[in-house]
């Protein structure tokens, strides 16, 4: 089982190109964009839904039984 560290995600990253939908707040991944980056390569926006959604579930939402 893959359990999310919200310190492992601290570091900032942007998007360098467009990269279809994010599956926690379900908008779209546009270049430029500060995301988090999770260990099984899975990105989302980085922002208030990403931490609620941490809160709860500490595994990634494409990957919950890794």
Excluded: M
């Excluded at 900032?12 to 707040?25: H, N, P, R, T």
């Amino acid at each position: 089982l893959l359990t999310i560290s919200l310190c492992a995600l601290s570091s900032e990253d942007v998007l360098s190109k467009d990269a279809g939908e994010c599956a926690i707040c379900l908008e779209e991944l546009q270049q430029g964009d500060t995301i988090a980056r999770l260990p099984c390569l899975c990105i989302y926006h980085k922002g208030q839904v990403f931490y609620e959604w941490f809160e709860v579930n500490r595994s990634c939402p494409e990957h919950p039984s890794d």
